[in-house]
């Protein structure tokens, strides 16, 4: 059976254009895999693909949804007043059984709001957490909180760790991961009030593979596969490392120039470059999941091109395919 994914095509930068696209590109690399539920004026919507016959439409059913929240709205304001938009009846689709998923590359607040509201919390989650992904020397590792959740508690930090756990052994398929608390020092007893309690909680977890902590310059090595932190380090920590990509690009352009390569050693340097900064790319894991909520839950990055927009549907089916839901609902009430 076709796993259903709502899609808002309303969601981001450059929508409708390239959710439609990057719509019909999921159906295209996975055939007979994916019903995909596209949500927004149905006008709108039907102008876009009709600029794309050639591409494959089998599993596309289009839902009228009028009302459309802007990406700089107040989500407090749109989630209470546009509740006919693809966010609202994308996730209402969820939360009735009528789709599996849903994803967007839409305003994050609004998106996280509605589906507070719609879906809910899991039981015993206070904090759902939207999770961030990290370049490593091993591959990669997952970082939460990164923005969702500013002020933090002792006990959040322990439940993005056991979110997180789950998270990666289902979808990454790495057995038993490792926990690592981000501090400003390995030792125990480092840390402000919150990391000391936080480390404390973790220690105690005997469902979790605690290392201990993780230092900034130790996290890209690879010290952990689940690094946790609150919200407000986290998104400093994810911002930063999006500036990597262009910044590095130009300081070695400059560096280049000053030391005399001519034009073919540079593009041969730049083309080594740009093959590492892409572990950086943000396209290459489509969009980032939604733990803790009632649901699957996908939210992208407002500039999403098509094949970005592509892969955050993928990642909303894997969310699906691999029970990530339930499978942290049964972490907070073990049998």
Not at 87 to 111: K, M, P, Y
Request: aromatic share 4%; glycine share 10%; with cysteine.
């Amino acid at each position: 059976m076709a796993l259903r994914v709502a899609v808002d095509a309303m969601g981001g930068d450059a929508a409708p254009a390239v959710v439609v696209e990057g719509a019909l590109q999921a159906l295209e690399a996975a055939p007979g895999r994916l019903e995909i539920q596209l949500y927004g004026p149905r006008s709108v919507v039907e102008a876009e693909l009709a600029a794309h016959q050639a591409l494959r439409r089998e599993g596309l059913r289009l839902v009228d949804a009028p009302d459309v929240i802007g990406m700089a709205e107040s989500p407090a304001v749109a989630v209470k007043t546009k509740l006919r938009s693809s966010i609202h009846l994308g996730l209402q689709a969820v939360a009735r059984g009528e789709a599996d998923a849903f994803a967007s590359a839409g305003n994050t607040g609004a998106i996280m709001a509605a589906a507070l509201f719609i879906l809910g919390r899991l039981p015993e989650v206070s904090r759902p957490s939207v999770v961030g992904f990290f370049p490593t020397t091993k591959g990669r590792c997952l970082v939460l909180d990164i923005g969702t959740n500013v002020d933090c508690k002792p006990e959040h930090l322990l439940q993005f760790a056991r979110m997180g756990s789950i998270f990666v052994e289902r979808v990454w398929h790495v057995e038993r991961p490792v926990v690592g608390l981000l501090n400003v020092g390995e030792e125990p007893g480092k840390g402000n009030a919150l990391t000391k309690a936080a480390y404390e909680l973790l220690q105690a977890a005997t469902d979790l593979n605690f290392r201990g902590n993780v230092e900034g310059r130790d996290l890209m090595h690879h010290a952990a596969d689940v690094v946790v932190c609150d919200g407000f380090v986290g998104n400093v920590m994810l911002k930063l490392g999006e500036s990597m990509v262009t910044a590095f690009v130009e300081m070695l352009r400059q560096e280049m120039q000053a030391q005399g390569l001519d034009a073919a050693q540079q593009r041969q340097v730049l083309g080594l470059l740009r093959g590492v900064l892409r572990r950086f790319d943000y396209e290459e894991y489509g969009g980032a999941p939604l733990l803790g909520v009632n649901g699957a839950v996908v939210i992208g990055h407002g500039s999403s091109s098509a094949r970005a927009i592509a892969r955050m549907i993928q990642a909303a089916a894997e969310l699906v395919e691999q029970d990530v839901v339930r499978s942290i609902a049964a972490a907070f009430h073990p049998a």
